[in-house]
């Protein structure tokens, strides 16, 4: 019996622990993603951006871009999904109006996270972004970035796990966008 009664509470503490690191790594990804939210929203309301001259906005969201390391590029796009200005040089002749994202934030007036894709623009694997910039009940323009896989892996990774633990993030499909230990061979 007691034996056994020691098995359960320890059993309680392991579950525990498990449970509190969760939380833990709940809480760093939700900030995480509150902070490229807030970033982003701070780029979509620069005057370069509002103006419409599509150099100046490139030249903006290109010097914001250098600063924001989570990020892989920037581009404002149209309602319609095409380019309007793009922080890596010319705009991209693409339209992403079928993108899961793209259409989240268009129908929610709200930030939208994609799924692990390879970028059309880019050609880097990113978790897209989409921050729509409302006015009215209309919705004006959209910021869209890239989430930097690398860099989301390094930052779960210095933040620091429980001896022993691991942590594997993945999108609505399934799929991996983060894992600590052993990220490079799983992710995608």
Known sequence: YSSLDLRNTRYNEVRTDALRNTMFVVSEVDQIFSGIEGALHAVSQASEIRAGDPAICADFIARARVRLAPITSILILNTDGTARCYSEGD?????????????EALATKAFAIGDYTESLVSGKHIVPLALPVVNG?????IV???LNIEWFGRQLRDRGMARGSAITIVDRNGIVIAREPEGETLVG
């Open 91 to 103: 705009p991209p002749k693409i339209n992403l109006s079928d993108r899961y994202y793209f259409r």
């Open 137 to 141: 009940d209309s919705v004006e323009y």
């Open 144 to 146: 869209a970035a890239g």
